[in-house]
């Protein structure tokens, strides 16, 4: 077997494998003829395996991967004996203990045909990337850790900011809330996607099918804040070199998970300053220059990527002294923040 090939297989449904599982099963990767399976009891995704092994066996996914990784050929033989999946690569050597794992839970999952599905808009997979940013990791939030979709409108939350998102076509006739851990897996092309009365599924354009739990409860209304967004009448213009500046703070954030980076924006006069910190052993701060001047001074924090994303549509910010919300607004895409004056 190819191991190039492999990996690339393995990897794209690694996020779908639990890192810190509270049972054993969750933290493997589960091998079926010609697919390999991740399933942490909340989101599953499957990918074809460029040749089939001919057996069904649980392997621990993060050893396996860093073997894989740092395999010095491409061509492996990997077999199952007795109890162990033993992998060969020139004068390596590898063995791995496969008793004592139960494939019920990975078994169980009812994988779906999608092929004949509907397909979603061009702009779907486009809408859930820009509003996963505003996504909740507090689990005792509810809903507010999922992607809402209804009608044609994506909005996410976290009780501080909002992102709306409005596709072209309709994407549901029922509302559905998709867990934001499923979107991470989603890279390419969508080619169909379905949800059904227990789980939403899509299939990608390079064979992978995911799918996942919808989480349950009703969604809070948020147009409300929507709604403001047409009286923010300042505007303010984020010089060309955010770009630059963003990269190098996010370039200082490797050693921070990727839900806790935020770069601190602090607006006054007619400055700008961005500032990183990971509160310990760095800080980084660089102040750039305005078009024009501002009356007041006002801060908000945000995720490195997330403003590069929206920087992508619009380098113009809304906002309005003393009303609390900041927003990004383009064609079909509103991002709103609380914000602080001083």
Known sequence: ????????????????????????????????????????????????????????????????????????????????TEEQLEIKAGSLKATYATAGYDTATHTSIEWPDLAGAPAPPEDFLEGLLMCKFTVSNNVAKGTLCGINVENNQIITSDGYRVASFHSKEKLTDEQVVIPSTLISLLSGKITNWLVTDKNVWFAMEDGLVAGGVPLVGGYPDVKPFLEQVSSLTKKIEFPAETLATIKLHADQMGDIIDADREVKVKISEDQISFTSTDGASWNVERLLKLGRKIDAELTFSIHPQFLTDILSKTSEMLCEPGNNIAAFRKDSFVYITGIEWA
């Open 1 to 80: 077997m190819n191991r190039t090939q492999l990996l690339e297989a393995v990897k794209r449904v690694l996020l779908a494998v639990d890192s810190r599982p509270a049972r054993p099963e969750m933290g493997c990767l589960y091998f079926k003829d010609d697919v390999v399976i991740g399933f942490n009891g909340l989101i599953g995704a499957r990918a074809k395996l460029s040749e089939p092994l001919g057996f069904d066996v649980l392997v621990p996914a993060e050893k396996f991967v860093k073997l894989l990784t740092d395999l010095p050929t491409d061509d492996i033989e990997i077999q199952l």
